[in-house]
């Protein structure tokens, strides 16, 4: 029986394109947050959106999305790119990718508040966080404030939380879950996600079982799981 269960937040629970590409052209242009959204570049920004896994990448995707690299190649050099440890030379624009939400949540709350949404699968997993004495848990790479804060505009305060701050002595989320269930004398658990390479990394314990949604931001190489799907795991071993 698996004894808990962890769901990713971004891309599973809420859809916040919006905010990580306003968040982006802020941090690699200073344009402003309420600015013309450029479409087209956009557009480009939500294709790629599933290469993503920790906010500083976005700075790659903007870097080749300005050199105008075609679709066909753009992948292979955002894996050149990401092989070239180019984490440093992100660094500068990842602070300030962090910094343009916390200016946003205290100047501007009800924007920044507009700009992520609900997917289905958030509401039915209120529905039985709500009816059951369950362990779901949230696993996000946010900072666990802006996180909470969103949940209770909904009412889904009953969700218990592991964020950014959880998570910074590990290399992945995969050790995180490792960790916690020899701690907690756990013997299996669930992550459900939308991103391959969390995934990936999940599968190499044999103790993890994972769960690829088909909606979020996964790769158009992937076949994830339907919302009715992946709701009957759930019900099934909770």
Known sequence: MYKIIFSDFD?????????????????????????????????????????????WQFYIIFKLIKQKINDEEFELHYNNLISAKIKKEASKFDEKYVQGRELLLKTDYKFWDSLDIPFDFFYELKKIVDKKDNKIFILT??????????????????????????????????????????????????LIEDSIDNINECN???????????????????????????????????
């Open 141 to 190: 790479n946010k900072k666990k404030l802006p996180v909470s804060n969103k949940l209770k505009k909904y009412g889904a305060d009953k969700f218990n939380i592991f964020a950014q701050e959880d998570l910074t002595k590990y290399k992945n989320k995969a050790e995180f879950i490792n960790e916690y269930m020899y701690i907690n004398k756990l013997k299996n658990a669930i």
């Open 204 to 238: 190499k314990y044999q103790n993890i079982k994972t769960i690829l949604v088909d909606w979020g931001y996964i790769s158009p190489k992937e076949k994830g799981k339907s919302l009715k799907d992946v709701l009957k795991i759930i019900q099934e071993v909770i």
């Open 11 to 55: 891309g599973v629970l809420f859809d916040s394109v919006k905010e990580a590409y306003i968040l982006s052209r802020y941090a690699y242009d200073n344009i402003d947050f309420k600015s013309e959204i450029n479409e087209i570049e956009y557009q480009l920004f939500k294709k790629y959106r599933y290469l993503i896994t920790h906010s």
